[in-house]
């Protein structure tokens, strides 16, 4: 008759980081050496990351312009110069108030000389306009109404103060938008869920001042319409930056069981 056999032994073992050993030790456990701990499922995890750049072009056109008024006369007495300079300036300052220009928005200067045996006074109203609808109802009606001895110069358009800090900033805020929604469209091609952002580098940034058509580079200011210096006036921005996005698991969707 054979014997029946024993069942086989078991064995457990607590693999402990030898860092823990003498803690271990003092507790009475036993313990292998140079033998680590397996790493938790939390540390195992890692990472997933997409990274992406994106770019950005803006422009904004000009938002004042600033016209000039000039006047002159030259007379043997200088009460006659003044008051021949005084009757058509106060008529150009008082139809801009009548149009609703503020007085912050109108600056005038005098400049009188002595000519030979006679005098000479020359006056300039520089006007500052925010709406350009405006700035050229009021110089045709200028124009229709004074003669000659008035001189209206053509309008110089330009940007208030912030305005190229203003497009600056709102290059990189689309570059930032461009590359979101260019990480977003990656994971969804493969099937993820795009996380939140870990980096946002801008890498460069420009700008740059509308230039002028080749057929009208050599020539005056003068010669180009409204459009035209509208348009040599308009500010460019751009940006380019780098995104770093957390790619996370596809989410579940939860189904709802009918009863």
């Not at 997409?50 to 056109?61: D, F």
Request: with cysteine; aromatic share 6%.
């Amino acid at each position: 008759m054979s014997l029946p056999r024993a069942p086989p032994s078991r064995v457990f073992v607590q693999l402990v980081p030898w860092a823990d050993r003498e803690h271990n030790e003092g507790s009475g456990g036993e313990v292998l050496p140079n033998v680590r701990q397996p790493v938790s499922t939390q540390e195992q995890a890692v990472t997933r990351e997409v990274h992406v750049s994106g770019t950005a072009e803006v422009s904004a056109g000009p938002n004042r312009a600033q016209v000039s008024v000039r006047m002159r006369s030259t007379k043997e007495a200088a009460a006659e110069a003044k008051k021949s300079v005084g009757r058509r300036l106060d008529y150009v300052t008082q139809s801009l108030r009548r149009q609703g220009i503020q007085a912050e928005n109108i600056t005038v200067t005098k400049d009188f000389t002595r000519v030979e045996n006679a005098y000479h006074l020359e006056a300039e109203v520089c006007i500052t306009f925010a709406e350009f609808e405006k700035m050229q109802t009021i110089c045709n009606l200028l124009v229709e109404k004074l003669d000659s001895s008035v001189v209206i110069g053509p309008p110089q358009f330009y940007h208030a103060p912030g305005a190229a800090e203003n497009l600056r900033r709102q290059a990189c805020l689309v570059a930032v938008e461009n590359a979101w929604r260019k990480a977003q469209e990656v994971c969804h091609l493969v099937g993820q869920t795009l996380g939140k952002p870990l980096l946002i580098r801008e890498e460069e940034t420009k700008e740059w001042e509308g230039q002028m058509e080749e057929h009208s580079s050599s020539g005056s200011l003068s010669s180009l319409t409204v459009q035209q210096k509208i348009k040599s006036a308009t500010l460019y921005a751009a940006s380019k930056v780098f995104v770093t996005f957390e790619v996370k698991g596809k989410e579940k969707r939860k189904k709802h069981l009918r009863n």
